[in-house]
């Protein structure tokens, strides 16, 4: 089951969060697994705001230590729409997908754009 999880996004500036996930007080070694989080406008939206994986750069891991951390340029936050949106990170090991993270993703509006 995935843990909820609501984070805040200021348009036009670098979105990055960072995480640790831990089995009881071990890491989770993440070598071999690929990240993806996506975030839709609402749930069953077809369109996508962003996704940000490790296949793009916009997630990098530190596998022997379970960190995961999420950055997404201002140069794509700068399109953002501020509203309330919903988004979820999944984990693949090649031979499994969970997903670690859901919730809300809000973003609030820029009164200055670069």
């Keep these: 089951m995935s843990a909820k999880y609501n984070l ?4 036009a500036t670098t979105f990055e969060f960072q995480f640790q996930i831990k ?17 839709r ?12 994986s490790t296949d793009n750069g916009y997630i990098t891991l530190d596998p022997t230590q379970g960190r995961v ?12 729409v501020p509203s ?3 988004y979820d990170l999944i984990f693949d090991s090649g031979t499994e ?11 609030t509006q820029a009164v200055t754009l670069p």
């Design 23 to 39: 089995n009881d007080t071990t890491p989770w070694n993440l070598t071999n697994y690929s990240v993806e989080m996506t975030v």
């Design 84 to 86: 309330r949106q919903v």
């Design 41 to 52: 406008p609402f749930m069953g939206a077809t369109t996508t705001t962003v996704v940000a």
């Design 97 to 107: 997908i969970t997903r670690i993270l859901e919730g809300t993703f809000v973003v």
């Design 8 to 11: 805040v996004c200021e348009q």
């Design 69 to 80: 951390t999420v950055n997404i340029p201002y140069g794509i936050t700068e399109d953002f």
